[in-house]
T-cell receptor, first 110, second 114 residues
Framework: TQLLEQSPQFLSIQEGENLTVYCNSSSVFSSLQWYRQEPGEGPVLLVTVVTGGEVKKLKRLTFQFGDARKDSSLHITAAQPGDTGLYLCAGGHNNNDMRFGAGTRLTVKP | DTGVSQNPRHKITKRGQNVTFRCDPISEHNRLYWYRQTLGQGPEFLTYFQNEAQLEKSRLLSDRFSAERPKGSFSTLEIQRTEQGDSAMYLC????????????FGPGTRLTVT
């Protein structure tokens, strides 16, 4: 059972479209991370959010942490084939403990 | 620094054999983590070290699994008497204690038990 629920599980879109993926939990997190993972490789850290309501932008990616620090969203504008991958969220409750969601597998078709 | 490295990248073994994986963390990172990832799932926490001390172990880490970090630098993960259910990607990550949530992952070791 995943502590963090990610939705959708799979998403296939055309190049140029916008998309949003979600990460939800019943738990409050001290911080939340988003990673992107390509097949056969380890996850690569994209962003860390720590403050409720925080919004961070990374080029075409916008990350938001919920006010209650239980959920987060990742919005991609004008998706490109290079955005294809598994997007994972991970939440921490204290300085020792981090748990991952099952991920959203994104495919961007040219 | 070239990041976290793991060896081997792939390992195929027969059921019942022992296997050992190695992880070299980012040099200044004092925390090192091991995760297991199966198809369609996110990484599952196995254990972590702060320097040479193993501070937490998941219930997923059965007595066939053992991890060491003898000098506080590289770490090894050994699986004894492998079972087909052990087939997975084994990921290592490292971080600074102060930024423990910002973990940097290696490329993983893919284990296949036949």
């Amino acid at each position: 059972t995943q502590l963090l629920e990610q939705s959708p599980q799979f998403l296939s879109i055309q190049e140029g479209e916008n998309l949003t993926v979600y990460c939800n939990s019943s738990s409050v997190f001290s911080s939340l991370q988003w990673y992107r993972q390509e097949p056969g490789e380890g996850p690569v850290l994209l962003v860390t959010v720590v403050t409720g309501g925080e919004v961070k932008k990374l080029k075409r990616l916008t990350f938001q942490f919920g006010d209650a620090r239980k959920d987060s969203s990742l919005h991609i504008t004008a998706a490109q084939p290079g955005d294809t991958g598994l997007y994972l969220c991970a939440g921490g409750h204290n300085n020792n403990d981090m748990r991952f969601g099952a991920g959203t597998r994104l495919t961007v078709k040219p | 620094d070239t990041g976290v490295s793991q060896n081997p990248r792939h390992k195929i073994t027969k059921r019942g054999q022992n296997v050992t994986f190695r992880c070299d963390p980012i040099s200044e990172h004092n925390r090192l983590y091991w995760y297991r990832q199966t198809l369609g799932q996110g990484p599952e926490f196995l254990t972590y070290f702060q320097n040479e001390a193993q501070l937490e172990k998941s219930r997923l880490l059965s007595d066939r699994f053992s991890a060491e970090r003898p000098k506080g630098s590289f770490s090894t993960l050994e699986i004894q008497r492998t079972e087909q259910g052990d087939s997975a990607m084994y990921l290592c990550a490292s971080s600074l204690e102060a930024g423990a949530y910002e973990q940097y992952f290696g490329p993983g070791t893919r284990l296949t038990v036949t």
